[in-house]
Protein backbone atom coordinates (compact mmCIF):
# COMPACT_ATOMS: atom_id res chain seq x y z
CA UNK A 1 0.00 0.00 0.00
CA UNK A 2 1.50 3.52 -0.63
CA UNK A 3 -0.02 6.23 1.22
CA UNK A 4 -0.95 9.23 -1.28
CA UNK A 5 1.43 12.06 0.26
CA UNK A 6 0.55 15.28 2.51
CA UNK A 7 -0.14 18.24 0.51
CA UNK A 8 1.43 20.77 2.94
CA UNK A 9 -1.76 22.32 3.40
CA UNK A 10 -1.98 24.48 6.79
CA UNK A 11 -4.62 26.82 6.51
CA UNK A 12 -8.30 26.78 5.47
CA UNK A 13 -10.19 29.39 3.47
CA UNK A 14 -13.94 30.38 2.44
CA UNK A 15 -15.16 30.55 -0.72
CA UNK A 16 -14.09 34.55 -0.77
CA UNK A 17 -10.60 33.40 -0.21
CA UNK A 18 -9.96 34.85 3.19
CA UNK A 19 -8.71 32.89 6.15
CA UNK A 20 -11.44 30.90 8.30
CA UNK A 21 -10.97 28.36 10.99
CA UNK A 22 -10.16 24.98 10.24
CA UNK A 23 -12.16 22.95 12.80
CA UNK A 24 -15.29 21.80 10.61
CA UNK A 25 -14.63 22.99 7.58
CA UNK A 26 -13.71 19.64 5.93
CA UNK A 27 -10.75 21.17 4.04
CA UNK A 28 -7.30 20.08 3.54
CA UNK A 29 -5.66 21.46 6.07
CA UNK A 30 -8.48 20.62 8.93
CA UNK A 31 -7.94 16.77 7.74
CA UNK A 32 -4.31 16.79 7.34
CA UNK A 33 -4.55 13.29 5.58
CA UNK A 34 -1.59 11.56 3.79
CA UNK A 35 1.64 10.52 4.04
CA UNK A 36 3.34 12.95 6.65
CA UNK A 37 6.81 14.61 5.62
CA UNK A 38 10.01 14.09 7.31
CA UNK A 39 11.67 17.13 8.84
CA UNK A 40 14.06 18.41 7.52
CA UNK A 41 12.33 17.24 3.84
CA UNK A 42 15.41 17.82 2.43
CA UNK A 43 18.90 17.02 2.48
CA UNK A 44 21.77 18.81 0.71
CA UNK A 45 24.19 15.89 -0.31
CA UNK A 46 28.01 16.22 -0.75
CA UNK A 47 28.98 17.40 -3.97
CA UNK A 48 32.20 15.55 -3.99
CA UNK A 49 30.47 12.13 -4.13
CA UNK A 50 26.83 12.56 -4.74
CA UNK A 51 27.28 15.05 -8.04
CA UNK A 52 26.77 18.61 -8.85
CA UNK A 53 24.71 20.05 -6.55
CA UNK A 54 21.94 17.16 -5.36
CA UNK A 55 19.32 17.50 -3.03
CA UNK A 56 18.18 14.53 -1.21
CA UNK A 57 14.04 14.26 -0.61
CA UNK A 58 13.47 12.12 2.83
CA UNK A 59 10.01 12.08 1.35
CA UNK A 60 10.29 10.29 -1.87
CA UNK A 61 14.00 9.26 -1.76
CA UNK A 62 14.44 10.95 -5.16
CA UNK A 63 17.46 13.09 -5.92
CA UNK A 64 16.67 16.58 -7.33
CA UNK A 65 19.22 18.95 -9.13
CA UNK A 66 20.30 21.60 -6.13
CA UNK A 67 19.79 24.07 -9.63
CA UNK A 68 16.31 24.13 -10.38
CA UNK A 69 16.83 25.56 -13.80
CA UNK A 70 20.77 23.98 -14.90
CA UNK A 71 20.06 25.20 -18.21
CA UNK A 72 18.44 28.38 -17.44
CA UNK A 73 16.48 29.13 -20.83
CA UNK A 74 12.86 26.75 -21.13
CA UNK A 75 13.98 24.16 -24.25
CA UNK A 76 11.62 22.20 -26.07
CA UNK A 77 10.43 18.45 -24.96
CA UNK A 78 13.38 16.85 -26.78
CA UNK A 79 16.02 19.07 -25.81
CA UNK A 80 15.06 18.85 -22.59
CA UNK A 81 15.60 14.53 -22.70
CA UNK A 82 18.88 15.65 -24.34
CA UNK A 83 20.09 17.94 -21.73
CA UNK A 84 19.61 15.58 -18.83
CA UNK A 85 21.09 12.89 -21.03
CA UNK A 86 24.05 15.91 -21.82
CA UNK A 87 24.89 16.03 -17.22
CA UNK A 88 25.37 12.41 -17.45
CA UNK A 89 28.11 12.80 -19.83
CA UNK A 90 29.58 15.38 -18.37
CA UNK A 91 29.88 13.28 -15.10
CA UNK A 92 32.83 11.71 -14.71
CA UNK A 93 31.00 8.01 -13.80
CA UNK A 94 29.77 7.49 -17.25
CA UNK A 95 28.85 3.76 -16.22
CA UNK A 96 26.31 4.79 -13.53
CA UNK A 97 23.86 2.29 -13.22
CA UNK A 98 20.13 4.18 -14.67
CA UNK A 99 18.83 5.03 -10.67
CA UNK A 100 22.13 7.40 -10.52
CA UNK A 101 22.04 9.06 -14.01
CA UNK A 102 20.13 12.76 -14.50
CA UNK A 103 16.84 12.36 -16.39
CA UNK A 104 13.71 14.06 -16.96
CA UNK A 105 10.79 13.02 -13.90
CA UNK A 106 7.55 11.57 -14.35
CA UNK A 107 4.32 13.63 -13.70
CA UNK A 108 4.21 12.18 -10.09
CA UNK A 109 7.43 12.93 -9.06
CA UNK A 110 7.62 16.32 -10.20
CA UNK A 111 4.18 16.97 -8.39
CA UNK A 112 5.65 15.33 -4.92
CA UNK A 113 7.64 18.57 -4.36
CA UNK A 114 4.60 20.31 -4.35
CA UNK A 115 3.79 22.81 -1.52
CA UNK A 116 0.00 23.18 -1.46
CA UNK A 117 0.21 26.04 1.22
CA UNK A 118 2.83 27.98 -0.70
CA UNK A 119 2.96 29.73 -4.09
CA UNK A 120 5.62 31.54 -6.30
CA UNK A 121 6.96 28.55 -6.30
CA UNK A 122 4.54 26.20 -4.30
CA UNK A 123 7.36 24.39 -2.68
CA UNK A 124 8.19 23.68 1.49
CA UNK A 125 9.57 26.78 3.06
CA UNK A 126 13.20 26.59 3.94
CA UNK A 127 13.75 24.39 0.82
CA UNK A 128 17.94 24.48 -0.27
CA UNK A 129 16.79 24.80 -4.01
CA UNK A 130 18.28 27.47 -6.83
CA UNK A 131 16.63 29.27 -9.37
CA UNK A 132 13.50 27.78 -8.84
CA UNK A 133 11.06 28.87 -11.86
CA UNK A 134 7.51 29.58 -11.16
CA UNK A 135 7.08 27.92 -14.48
CA UNK A 136 5.82 25.33 -16.12
CA UNK A 137 8.72 22.08 -16.04
CA UNK A 138 8.58 19.34 -18.59
CA UNK A 139 8.02 15.85 -17.38
CA UNK A 140 8.63 12.63 -19.19
CA UNK A 141 5.05 11.49 -19.03
CA UNK A 142 3.34 11.40 -22.35
CA UNK A 143 0.05 12.23 -22.43
CA UNK A 144 -2.38 9.07 -23.41
CA UNK A 145 -5.17 12.16 -24.99
CA UNK A 146 -2.35 13.81 -26.96
CA UNK A 147 0.05 11.67 -27.92
CA UNK A 148 2.30 14.63 -29.69
CA UNK A 149 2.16 16.31 -25.68
CA UNK A 150 3.87 15.70 -22.75
CA UNK A 151 2.62 16.57 -18.99
CA UNK A 152 4.19 19.23 -17.28
CA UNK A 153 4.12 20.99 -13.96
CA UNK A 154 3.64 24.65 -13.39
CA UNK A 155 5.31 25.45 -9.91
CA UNK A 156 3.70 28.82 -9.55
CA UNK A 157 0.70 26.49 -7.87
CA UNK A 158 1.17 23.61 -8.03
CA UNK A 159 -1.63 23.05 -12.24
CA UNK A 160 -0.53 19.85 -14.05
CA UNK A 161 -1.43 20.07 -17.62
CA UNK A 162 0.13 19.28 -21.25
CA UNK A 163 2.31 21.31 -24.02
CA UNK A 164 3.41 19.74 -27.60
CA UNK A 165 6.28 18.34 -27.58
CA UNK A 166 8.34 21.41 -30.00
CA UNK A 167 6.75 23.76 -26.91
CA UNK A 168 8.68 25.65 -24.20
CA UNK A 169 9.11 24.74 -20.75
CA UNK A 170 12.40 24.59 -17.72
CA UNK A 171 14.11 21.15 -16.95
CA UNK A 172 14.44 20.30 -13.72
CA UNK A 173 16.56 16.73 -13.49
CA UNK A 174 16.12 13.78 -11.18
CA UNK A 175 17.62 10.76 -10.51
CA UNK A 176 16.54 7.76 -8.16
CA UNK A 177 14.06 5.75 -8.06
CA UNK A 178 11.19 6.09 -5.17
CA UNK A 179 9.08 3.16 -3.25
CA UNK A 180 6.64 6.08 -2.02
CA UNK A 181 5.67 7.17 -5.00
CA UNK A 182 3.40 4.77 -7.50
CA UNK A 183 3.79 4.21 -11.33
CA UNK A 184 2.09 6.81 -13.03
CA UNK A 185 0.83 3.52 -15.38
CA UNK A 186 2.33 5.39 -18.13
CA UNK A 187 5.33 3.72 -19.51
CA UNK A 188 7.72 6.49 -18.97
CA UNK A 189 11.12 6.44 -20.21
CA UNK A 190 12.77 5.06 -17.98
CA UNK A 191 9.80 3.18 -16.10
CA UNK A 192 10.08 4.32 -12.47
CA UNK A 193 7.90 4.31 -9.51
CA UNK A 194 6.13 1.34 -7.71
CA UNK A 195 4.08 -1.21 -9.25
CA UNK A 196 -0.02 -1.25 -8.66
CA UNK A 197 -1.76 -4.88 -7.30
CA UNK A 198 -3.94 -6.29 -9.00
CA UNK A 199 -6.56 -6.34 -8.64
CA UNK A 200 -6.12 -2.76 -8.21
CA UNK A 201 -9.83 -2.61 -6.66
CA UNK A 202 -12.15 -4.68 -4.78
CA UNK A 203 -15.86 -4.16 -4.15
CA UNK A 204 -16.40 -4.04 0.15
CA UNK A 205 -19.22 -5.54 1.60
CA UNK A 206 -20.59 -2.36 2.21
CA UNK A 207 -20.39 -1.49 -1.17
CA UNK A 208 -17.45 0.81 -1.01
CA UNK A 209 -14.42 0.65 -3.44
CA UNK A 210 -11.14 0.31 -2.13
CA UNK A 211 -8.23 1.24 -3.65
CA UNK A 212 -5.33 -1.51 -3.09
CA UNK A 213 -2.65 0.39 -4.17
CA UNK A 214 -3.79 3.71 -1.66
CA UNK A 215 -5.43 2.12 0.92
CA UNK A 216 -8.75 4.52 0.40
CA UNK A 217 -11.92 3.45 0.00
CA UNK A 218 -13.94 5.70 -2.50
CA UNK A 219 -17.70 5.76 -3.14
CA UNK A 220 -19.15 3.64 -6.42
CA UNK A 221 -20.60 6.08 -7.41
CA UNK A 222 -18.32 9.15 -8.84
CA UNK A 223 -20.98 11.80 -8.63
CA UNK A 224 -22.63 13.04 -5.29
CA UNK A 225 -26.09 14.43 -6.87
CA UNK A 226 -24.74 16.68 -9.82
CA UNK A 227 -22.25 19.47 -9.87
CA UNK A 228 -22.12 22.20 -7.32
CA UNK A 229 -19.96 24.84 -6.18
CA UNK A 230 -17.29 24.26 -3.87
CA UNK A 231 -18.92 25.00 -0.61
CA UNK A 232 -21.67 22.27 -1.27
CA UNK A 233 -19.28 19.88 -2.06
CA UNK A 234 -18.22 20.21 1.18
CA UNK A 235 -21.49 20.18 3.04
CA UNK A 236 -22.55 17.25 0.92
CA UNK A 237 -19.81 15.07 2.32
CA UNK A 238 -20.03 16.31 5.62
CA UNK A 239 -23.76 14.72 4.81
CA UNK A 240 -23.07 11.15 4.18
CA UNK A 241 -21.27 11.53 7.33
CA UNK A 242 -24.50 12.17 8.83
CA UNK A 243 -26.56 9.64 7.57
CA UNK A 244 -23.79 7.31 7.53
CA UNK A 245 -23.24 6.52 3.81
CA UNK A 246 -22.42 2.72 3.71
CA UNK A 247 -22.31 2.20 7.00
CA UNK A 248 -19.10 4.59 7.51
CA UNK A 249 -18.77 8.08 9.24
CA UNK A 250 -15.72 8.93 8.09
CA UNK A 251 -15.78 10.66 4.28
CA UNK A 252 -14.31 13.34 3.08
CA UNK A 253 -13.76 15.42 0.11
CA UNK A 254 -10.48 14.22 -1.13
CA UNK A 255 -6.96 16.77 -1.05
CA UNK A 256 -6.42 17.38 -4.92
CA UNK A 257 -2.72 14.21 -4.26
CA UNK A 258 -5.87 11.47 -3.16
CA UNK A 259 -7.62 12.69 -6.45
CA UNK A 260 -4.92 12.36 -8.26
CA UNK A 261 -3.29 9.42 -6.76
CA UNK A 262 -6.49 7.54 -9.04
CA UNK A 263 -5.20 8.82 -12.33
CA UNK A 264 -3.31 6.18 -14.97
CA UNK A 265 -2.06 8.46 -17.24
CA UNK A 266 -1.61 5.73 -20.29
CA UNK A 267 -5.65 6.26 -20.45
CA UNK A 268 -8.30 8.72 -20.87
CA UNK A 269 -11.81 9.67 -21.15
CA UNK A 270 -11.73 8.77 -18.38
CA UNK A 271 -7.93 8.72 -16.84
CA UNK A 272 -8.82 5.89 -14.84
CA UNK A 273 -7.14 2.22 -14.54
CA UNK A 274 -8.76 0.02 -17.41
CA UNK A 275 -11.65 -2.67 -15.55
CA UNK A 276 -12.12 0.27 -12.75
CA UNK A 277 -15.30 -0.33 -11.45
CA UNK A 278 -16.44 3.58 -10.95
CA UNK A 279 -19.96 4.56 -12.25
CA UNK A 280 -21.11 7.75 -13.60
CA UNK A 281 -18.14 9.42 -13.98
CA UNK A 282 -17.58 12.94 -14.69
CA UNK A 283 -15.11 15.61 -16.12
CA UNK A 284 -14.01 17.51 -13.73
CA UNK A 285 -13.95 17.22 -9.38
CA UNK A 286 -13.18 19.44 -6.53
CA UNK A 287 -10.37 18.90 -4.21
CA UNK A 288 -10.71 20.16 -0.41
CA UNK A 289 -7.07 21.54 -1.33
CA UNK A 290 -7.28 25.45 -1.81
CA UNK A 291 -5.46 26.90 -4.38
CA UNK A 292 -2.06 28.57 -2.30
CA UNK A 293 -2.11 31.09 -5.74
CA UNK A 294 -5.33 32.36 -5.21
CA UNK A 295 -7.17 31.09 -2.31
CA UNK A 296 -10.58 31.88 -3.58
CA UNK A 297 -10.03 29.07 -6.15
CA UNK A 298 -9.60 25.38 -5.34
CA UNK A 299 -7.81 22.59 -6.86
CA UNK A 300 -9.16 20.47 -9.19
CA UNK A 301 -8.90 17.72 -11.09
CA UNK A 302 -10.11 16.98 -14.79
CA UNK A 303 -10.82 13.30 -15.50
CA UNK A 304 -11.15 13.22 -18.67
CA UNK A 305 -7.68 13.63 -19.35
CA UNK A 306 -6.11 13.33 -15.70
CA UNK A 307 -5.06 16.96 -15.84
CA UNK A 308 -4.91 19.09 -12.37
CA UNK A 309 -6.22 22.70 -12.65
CA UNK A 310 -8.25 25.00 -10.28
CA UNK A 311 -12.20 25.99 -9.95
CA UNK A 312 -13.37 29.47 -8.98
CA UNK A 313 -15.18 28.48 -5.61
CA UNK A 314 -18.28 31.03 -5.67
CA UNK A 315 -18.85 29.76 -9.58
CA UNK A 316 -20.58 30.57 -11.82
CA UNK A 317 -19.14 26.97 -13.29
CA UNK A 318 -19.67 23.55 -11.02
CA UNK A 319 -18.15 20.90 -10.65
CA UNK A 320 -18.76 17.14 -9.66
CA UNK A 321 -18.07 15.60 -6.17
CA UNK A 322 -16.69 12.33 -5.18
CA UNK A 323 -16.00 11.17 -1.69
CA UNK A 324 -13.30 8.84 -0.04
CA UNK A 325 -12.84 7.83 3.25
CA UNK A 326 -9.36 6.16 5.07
CA UNK A 327 -10.06 2.49 6.32
CA UNK A 328 -7.67 0.38 8.43
CA UNK A 329 -6.74 -3.65 7.04
Avoid at 71 to 87: D, K, N, V
Avoid at 163 to 188: F, K
Avoid at 207 to 215: E, I, K, N
Amino acid sequence: MIRPLGTGQMRCFGADGAEVPCSGSGQDAEQRSGAPWPKPRFEPLSQETDGPGAVLDRLTGLEWSRNAAPFEFPLTWEEARQACEGMNAADADTSAPPERRWRLPNRRELFSLLDFDRANPALPEGHPFENVPSLACWTSTRSARNTEYFWYVQLSGGRMFYHRADSYAMVWPVRGESAALPATGRDDEPATGAPWPEPRFVMLENGAVRDRLSGLAWTPAANLDGPCLWTEALARVAGLNREGHLGLDSWRLPTIRELESLVDASRHDPALPEAHPFADWQEAYWSSTTSSYETDWAMCLYLHKGAVGVGYKPGPEPFSVWACADLSE
